[in-house]
């Protein structure tokens, strides 16, 4: 009865733990959920009351499949201050970056075709490329992303359509890639003649150090398409991202994107527009970075004082996760039942790796817990790790 594409496709591991969320008392480290509280609800509201008195029923009507123009020259604007290289031509409005992820996988992808990813790598990319019949690659990564003597092996002997990457404060693992790694795969995308995704919705939430350019900056070519996404910097359920590249390449995306949806929702867009237009967006991240800087620091020092010895962790400079590693031979899967048992969650890291590996690894999401439920559920879950003799 269904389709061959769906085959042995698993629900997401991580939207089904947070289906047991809702238990009252559960501490849940596991989505990658912003702050509700920290969500600009009065300033959406004066917006939303702006656009239907400037606009009035253009804003509730349909619109083009690009995207409205204001919003899209103002992507271009924020990505290219200066205005040398973009325009709104170069920029399309997606439905999430998720949307856009699916969209890539449309364009580029037929049953079989080689996807290069990260290793481990965000699992809602994943299971786009898999629902398309892709076969993914995982390469391994050191502290400073995608190991490019490995990159440069798997593009001439896989010859993969996309390569799939997120430099900034990666999902799961937290890490940014340096300067230098940033241009090798800029370089290594234009040789190849590869489709490059830089996935960025983490970027503006940096907590210290400088904000780096991006491989789309970098590249000067059409071989990378950077994505980005408001859900992190204003609300995930506004659904407002974008995709911004190659003129010719947003086209495909625009054609698939047709026989999707349509066009992203009118109003939502507005809205945005509006919200970017009157001066609260800057303001508003640099609220929520120090705020989920207080958060990352709480977790920090939770972990050194609940966590056994035997756990490591490096600190992330932005984002929104910790990622755990036990010794080896831990299961963290198992653990994750436990936990649950004393109310708290996180995802084990082994979903997140596509060749399975990674069992004693955890990720911990810091930016949908208060403070104290931060020193409660990490307390929760460091027992129950001493509990297991680790
Ligand atoms: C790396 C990455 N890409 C894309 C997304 C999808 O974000 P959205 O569709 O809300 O823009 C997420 C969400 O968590 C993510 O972590």
Redesign the pocket.
């Known amino acids: 009865m269904y389709s061959e594409r769906l085959r042995g496709i698993k629900s997401s591991a991580i939207r089904d733990i947070l289906k047991l969320m809702s238990r009252p008392g559960m501490i849940s480290f596991a989505g990658?959920l912003p702050a509700p509280e920290l969500f600009p609800v009065s300033e959406l509201a004066a917006c939303a009351d702006a656009v239907l008195k400037k606009y009035g029923s253009t804003a509730l009507q349909y619109s083009v499949t690009e995207g409205i123009t204001p919003l899209r020259e103002k992507i271009a604007a924020m990505l290219d201050p200066d205005r040398a290289r973009l325009t709104a031509e170069n920029v399309i409005i997606t439905?999430?970056?998720?949307?856009a992820?699916d969209l890539l996988a449309k364009v580029f992808i037929d049953p079989g075709s080689r996807v290069l990813t990260e290793n481990p790598t965000?699992l809602?990319?994943l299971q786009t490329f898999q629902l398309f019949q892709a076969k993914v690659t995982a390469i391994e990564s050191d502290s400073n992303g995608l190991d490019p003597a490995l990159l440069k092996k798997h593009l001439a002997q896989d010859k993969p359509r996309l390569v799939y990457v997120?430099p900034n404060f990666?999902?799961p693992t937290g890490l940014s890639y340096p300067l230098e790694r940033r241009k090798v795969l800029a370089k290594l995308a234009r040789e190849h003649d590869v489709v490059l995704i830089e996935?960025d919705?983490?970027g503006a939430l940096r907590f210290e150090g400088e904000r780096l350019p991006t491989i789309f900056s970098l590249a000067e070519s059409r071989n990378v398409v950077y994505?980005s996404?408001?859900?992190?910097t204003i609300a995930?359920g506004l659904?407002i991202?974008y995709a911004a590249g190659d003129p010719e390449l947003l086209k495909k995306l625009v054609i698939a994107k047709q026989g999707t949806d349509l066009q992203t929702n009118t109003f939502g867009q507005y809205i945005v527009n509006e919200y970017l237009e009157s001066g609260f967006y800057q303001k508003h991240i640099d609220l929520v970075s120090r705020s989920y800087r207080e958060r990352r620091d709480g977790m920090l020092v939770a972990l050194e004082r609940y966590f056994p010895a035997s756990a490591s962790w490096v600190k992330p400079a932005g984002g929104m996760f910790f990622w755990v590693r036990l010794p080896a031979g831990a299961d963290a899967s198992a653990l994750l039942t436990q936990c649950i048992e004393h109310n708290v969650a996180f995802v084990p890291g082994v979903e997140f790796y596509p060749d399975g590996s990674g069992r004693n690894t955890m990720r911990l999401n810091f930016t949908n817990a208060t403070q104290a439920e931060i020193e409660d559920g990490m307390r929760r879950i460091g027992d129950v790790l001493k509990a297991n003799g680790l």
């Open positions: 990658g439905q999430g970056s998720q949307q992820l965000y809602g990319a997120m990666q999902n996935d919705p983490y994505l996404s408001f859900s992190k995930p659904r991202a």
